[in-house]
């Protein structure tokens, strides 16, 4: 399992409505490649509020990536 950190929508995305409600996205690229790679995905959110809720999800990791970066 591995997580993937989510990153800040642009000003052009936050002006789209399919963005509405979100302040985070990850691109579906880098999930497709994980998955190619037999990985399964879950999302850490960059801007929790909650940061405890996204450190617990680390014992349960095989690795983190961050895509684009």
Do not use: H, W
């Not at 302040?23 to 579906?28: E, G, L, Q, R, V």
């Not at 490649?33 to 617990?56: H, I, M, W």
Request: glycine share 8%; charged share 20%.
């Amino acid at each position: 399992m591995i997580a993937v950190i989510t990153q800040p929508l642009t000003d052009v995305q936050k002006s789209d409505p399919k963005y509405a409600g979100r302040s985070s996205y990850i691109p579906a690229s880098c999930v497709d490649f994980l998955k190619g790679a037999g990985a399964r995905t879950v999302p850490l959110y960059y801007d929790s509020t909650t940061p405890n809720t996204e450190l617990s999800k680390l014992n349960r990791l095989n690795g983190v990536i961050f895509c684009d970066g």
